[in-house]
Nanobody, 114 residues
Framework: QVQLVESGGGLVQPGGSLTLSCAASVVFFSRYTMGWYRQAPGKQRELVARISGGGSTNYADSVKGRFTISKDNAKKTVYLQMNSLKPEDTAVYYC????????WGQGTQVTISS
C-alpha cells in the first residue's frame, strides 16, 4: 500500500518562503514520478511541479523561477521549496505519486497573507 504524508504547510507573509515535504512509503521510490499539486477554494486541482524517476522536472508557468522540486531517494522524500510566495499561492498542496495509477497524500494547507 502506497502512503504519502505531507508536512511543512503554514501561514506565511507575501514574499516569504516555505518548504513542503512528502514522505513516501513505497518500494523502489527512485523509479517513480512524484509531483506536487494544489487546489485553491473554488478551483480545480492543478499541477505545480513534477519530478521524474530520472530527475527531470517541469513546473507550472505560475511558479517557474520561484518554486523548486527535488527528491532524496534514500529518504524516499520529495520536497517543494517555495520562494517569493504570493497570495495567489494560497491553496491545499497535495503530494502525488504515479505508480500504475495516481496516489495522493492528505494535503497540507499553505496560506499566504499579511
Amino acid at each position: 500500500q502506497v502512503q504519502l504524508v505531507e508536512s511543512g504547510g503554514g501561514l506565511v507573509q507575501p514574499g516569504g518562503s516555505l518548504t513542503l515535504s512528502c514522505a513516501a512509503s513505497v518500494v523502489f521510490f527512485s523509479r517513480y514520478t512524484m509531483g506536487w499539486y494544489r487546489q485553491a477554494p473554488g478551483k480545480q486541482r492543478e499541477l505545480v511541479a513534477r519530478i521524474s524517476g530520472g530527475g527531470s522536472t517541469n513546473y507550472a508557468d505560475s511558479v517557474k523561477g520561484r518554486f523548486t522540486i527535488s527528491k532524496d531517494n534514500a529518504k524516499k522524500t520529495v520536497y517543494l521549496q517555495m520562494n517569493s510566495l504570493k497570495p495567489e499561492d494560497t491553496a491545499v498542496y497535495y503530494c502525488n505519486a504515479v505508480i500504475g495509477r495516481d496516489y495522493w497524500g492528505q494535503g497540507t494547507q499553505v496560506t499566504i497573507s499579511s
